[in-house]
């Protein structure tokens, strides 16, 4: 898709003529104008000037948005430039949020407020001279005293001046109807446009029969002239224009949130010294420095350092992440607490938070399917309201014998009344706030189809492994067989199945290798320097291996029965300890045995998410059916299914059958939502009406979907359904309003209920309805960003939970660690050992993490016995067995990149 630049649209007309005259140019396959972004994307292999010249053709103008072009670059650049050290020249790949964020910048509302003051600057001595002194016989000026000429005269100069300062709707009016393409400003020129010339008219019969003496009749005309309304209109269009400017700029407050998130500067590292650049200078491969609490200014690998970041902006989780050598970080995360050095891998427009921001502002940028409807009646709005004011003055100068001035009033009251505005930004402004709630919440839509589509589901498709389970299979249960004619532990089964483990490859094995290392089993990994003999993995059956001369073995139950016990011996094993219920939980076992004898057996499963259940019923219950789509057996399938309580489960498919499966339920008229994170997963994605990825998936399951949810929560995926359905709701009050606010508006105008309710207004009561309906279209959609605090308060509340979850479990090992401290300096005090302590002030120290660094590098000092470090305080506490230097202690601060203030 190619990607342009659109400047003079106004109104949803303009978007309509635009996209009609880009798709007659031959090779054109699809094109979509946006009025919110004033942009254009076109699909086909079509000459960039001949693009421009059939928008230019159409009144408007059209420049290309370069990507590879150091000027009127919006998505990108590149230019040569010199290295940081000044020694070669190299080139600089420019992130494209440099450019968006001119892109995105609010240019308008300033220069709208600017017109606006002027306006009115004028304005309003022209009201008081018109309305002011006609009606309530404000003092004028004594040569203005009954001189009806110098006050028409002085009504038409201060109009004229207004008409300069709004001249831009003039301009624009009169070019769009040259080319064939009415517009708004074509209806706010003629209605102001005619006011004035019919004024001037006016004036010159006045002087006529001022010239003949008959001063009563030129003093009557003066209620003809109408150069207040000619400038009120445009007042009052401009207010309008401002307040639709400064609320549409509120629309992309989420991107323009994204954007501020890539740091300004970034420390690299050239020749052994540190030299701070522009972010979007860092270039691939270069060595970066990060201090604690500074954004990290493009996606890396830290070489060197250990850290904790706050990852909240990508994921949404509050709790820092530790990161140590060869860890990945990406831009616009925060770098909590130690200095690390990184390489950089990605930059530019590749990095995460730069293809976050792309795919918002691409969504943002496209058209839903229910905009069609607002196209078509935009298409042909204005003409078709130019002939209802001709229609209009008509009626009334001929049929209902009304004199000029009022069947002009009329006309024009129907000019200015009729907004094509609101129509052209019922949907696309909603999409825009609506993508933006999405972006806060790591919610990301493609295209605003896929926004839309996704509420109209009917039917979920979610697969199983790493969608509703964690995709990674984990120990659940470890069962001694007690029979043994040996006395033998379960520490000792786990130190025998760690070390017949360790080596394999095989997903089971890692899973029982990660078991074994945990806090909890770590002291069942007592020693690794057995005698290990005669390894082999045998195919299909498990592992076995003579470790101190003794045989032993990892299998299949199967393997066990035939080889290692008679079956009587494995049936009964079998019996006592219920394994075969746990086979029928989805449970996959591995059997250990020596030489003729059953030592346990382990058994992993990939356990259900915690959120699954709870969302999988949210989906329900708004109506939606949910079904478990998986390539594993029946018996697996059946259990996570009833576990996280699914409609229905299909199970034993290939992944070309999951996209077959897809397709049977969109045939039978469902609207169908696909979720899955796996290779095997993007053929149904793509098959699916809207398909949607989990972020910790393949690259290739992401590529697929038309959303991606990147907290990899099945929660999100009734959060975006929720999202969608508000979207689509608030499309459809913005569309009902603007259709409503013309159907009554334009007929109250031209003055057909008059005769039933005496009901009628001027010009300038119409000029400041059309100001005000685009202005309350926009409004309406900002009213989505209130859904935040409903759809998503169950997230927060969850990440609550798990932080204060997390916060007790800490504050309960600091009490043990406390109460044991206690005890320990009581058996010292005994022993009759003296101790000290130091108190450390310490800046940079900012959450539990940044302590944690402190307290492990200064218990490495000899002499040092504890440690206390509080980062809300911001001091350390160290307790001595012995003198240490305080130079000591501040340079192992100082290491961890803190700041010792002593």
């Not at 201060?158 to 708004?184: C, D, E, Q």
Request: with cysteine; hydrophobic share 40%.
């Amino acid at each position: 898709m190619e990607k342009y630049k659109v400047e003079g649209m106004t109104c949803a007309a303009c978007v309509a003529h635009v996209e009609k005259a880009v798709k007659k140019v031959e090779g054109v396959n699809d094109v979509t104008v946006s009025l919110l972004t004033n942009s254009m994307e076109i699909d086909g292999a079509v000459d960039d000037a001949v693009i421009c010249k059939a928008v230019e053709d159409a009144g408007y103008h059209a420049y290309k948005k370069r990507s590879n072009s150091a000027e009127n670059s919006l998505s990108g650049c590149t230019t040569t430039g010199r290295d940081i050290d000044g020694s070669n020249s190299a080139e600089y790949e420019y992130s494209a949020q440099v450019d968006l964020r001119d892109d995105f910048k609010d240019t308008t509302t300033p220069k709208m407020k600017k017109r606006l003051f002027q306006s009115v600057l004028f304005l309003l001595p022209l009201m008081y001279v018109s309305m002011g002194h006609m009606m309530f016989n404000f003092p004028l000026p004594y040569f203005m005293n009954n001189n009806h000429i110098a006050i028409g005269i002085t009504e038409m100069l201060l109009a004229i001046v207004v008409m300069l300062i709004n001249r831009n709707f003039f301009i624009s009016g009169v070019k769009s109807t040259m080319h064939g393409s009415p517009n708004m400003d074509t209806l706010v020129a003629m209605g102001s446009g005619i006011s004035f010339i019919y004024s001037v008219i006016v004036l010159y019969g006045m002087t006529y029969y001022m010239s003949i003496s008959e001063n009563y009749k030129a003093a009557k005309m003066m209620d003809n002239l109408y150069f207040e309304s000619a400038a009120m209109i445009l007042t009052l269009i401009t207010i309008g224009k401002t307040l639709e400017s400064y609320s549409k700029g509120r629309t992309t407050d989420a991107i323009k949130g994204l954007l501020d998130l890539i740091p300004q500067k970034a420390t690299v590292i050239k020749n052994g010294k540190e030299i701070t650049i522009d972010a979007f200078e860092v270039r691939k491969d270069d060595i970066f420095l990060v201090r604690p609490t500074e954004k990290i200014p493009v996606d890396g690998i830290i070489v060197s350092g250990e850290s904790a970041i706050d990852e909240s902006v990508l994921t949404g989780e509050s709790i820092p992440v530790d990161k140590a050598s060869g860890d990945e970080v990406s831009v616009g995360t925060v770098n909590v607490s130690g200095v690390i050095r990184c390489k950089a891998v990605r930059v530019g427009q590749n990095t995460t938070l730069s293809q976050m921001i792309e795919m918002v502002s691409q969504s943002a940028a496209s058209k839903a399917p229910i905009a069609k409807i607002a196209d078509k009646v935009a298409g042909i709005f204005t003409p078709v309201v130019l002939v209802i004011a001709l229609i209009t003055a008509f009626v009334w100068l001929f049929w209902l014998q009304a004199d000029v001035g009022t069947a002009l009033t009329h006309a024009i009251t129907v000019l200015v009344i009729s907004c094509p505005c609101a129509l052209g930004l019922a949907t696309p402004v909603a999409i825009m706030v609506g993508n933006g709630i999405g972006a806060k919440t790591q919610i990301l839509y493609k295209t605003a189809t896929a926004l839309e589509t996704v509420g109209r589901a009917t039917t979920v498709i979610l697969d199983k492994t790493g969608t509703i389970t964690e995709g990674k299979p984990r120990v659940t249960n470890c069962i001694l067989n007690t029979n043994m004619s040996m006395e033998f532990s379960k520490e000792d089964l786990l130190q025998i199945a760690f070390l017949l483990e360790k080596d394999s490859k095989h997903p089971l094995a890692q899973a029982i290798v990660n078991y074994c290392q945990t806090k909890e089993n770590k002291g069942c990994v007592k020693d690794e320097s057995h005698l290990i003999t005669e390894y082999e993995e045998m195919s299909g059956s498990g592992i076995r291996a003579r470790i101190n001369g003794v045989m032993y073995y990892a299998t299949k139950g199967e393997y066990v029965k035939k080889h290692i016990v008679d079956s009587k011996k494995y049936e009964d094993f079998i019996l006592q300890n219920n394994v075969d219920e746990l086979l029928l939980m989805g449970k996959t076992p591995l059997f250990f045995s020596r030489e003729d004898e059953i030592l346990g057996v382990i058994l992993v499963s990939d356990t259900v998410k915690e959120d699954s259940a709870r969302a999988i019923n949210g989906l329900k219950k708004m109506g939606l059916k949910v079904v478990m789509l998986t390539g594993d057996n029946a018996k697996t399938a059946e259990y996570i299914a009833k576990t996280a309580e699914v409609d229905e489960v299909i199970s034993d498919v290939m992944p070309i059958q999951k996209a077959d499966v897809v397709k049977e339920y969109k045939h039978s008229g469902e609207v169908v939502v696909m979720v899955g994170d796996g290779i095997n997963d993007a053929l149904a994605l793509t098959e699916a009406d809207v398909g949607l990825a989990i972020g910790a998936g393949t690259d290739i399951a992401i590529e697929a979907a038309d959303v991606v949810l990147v907290n990899s929560s099945l929660s999100d995926v009734v959060s975006a359904i929720q999202l969608s359905k508000k979207v689509i709701s608030n499309i459809h009050e913005n569309l009902f309003w603007a259709f409503i606010y013309n159907i009554i508006g334009i007929p109250l105008a031209a003055g057909v209920w008059i005769g039933i309710t005496g009901w009628t207004l001027t010009p300038m009561f119409g000029a400041a309805a059309m100001s005000l309906s685009s202005f309350c279209v926009c409004m309406n959609a900002l009213r989505l960003n209130l859904v935040t605090k409903k759809l998503f308060s169950s997230q927060k509340n969850n990440k609550q939970t798990l932080e204060t979850n997390i916060t007790q479990e800490i504050s309960e090992k600091a009490q043990e660690t406390n109460i044991t401290q206690n005890n320990y300096e009581k058996n010292k005090e005994k022993e009759g050992i003296s101790k000290m302590t130091k108190t450390i002030k310490v800046e940079g120290m900012m959450c539990h993490n940044c302590e944690n660094h402190v307290k492990k590098a200064l218990e490495k000092i000899d002499g040092v016995e504890s440690v206390v470090a509080s980062h809300e305080k911001g001091t350390v506490e160290v307790t001595l067995t012995k003198e240490v230097d305080d130079n000591t202690l501040c340079e192992a601060i100082k290491e961890e990149g803190y700041t010792p203030l002593n």
